[in-house]
């Protein structure tokens, strides 16, 4: 299972869409993605770390400079870190 995957990432999406509307937590974020994938909140924890590594260390200076967009306190964002910078965007987005 891979975050590149579209389906997996457009469900990410509408969970993140979800989670603005019901203010959940993002542990319940993994476990909806985990239930609906029938697999556990870590493993989607632990892939989206991997697809966020990944993502970070792409040489593409336009992936880079997206990267830099979203604000984390170590080497690599956190899925929470990205999450949190996802909803802000998709919010932005709606707004203006």
Known sequence: MYLH???YSRSIEQILIQKRRSK???KNIFGKVAEKYH???EEV???IQKAIIDGFNNPNPDVQAEW???ACKGEYPTPEEVIAYAMETLTAGRRG
């Open 45 to 47: 924890y632990d892939e």
């Open 39 to 41: 697999t556990t909140p």
């Open 24 to 26: 959940m937590n993002g």
């Open 5 to 7: 995957d579209l389906c």
């Open 68 to 70: 830099n967009k979203v």
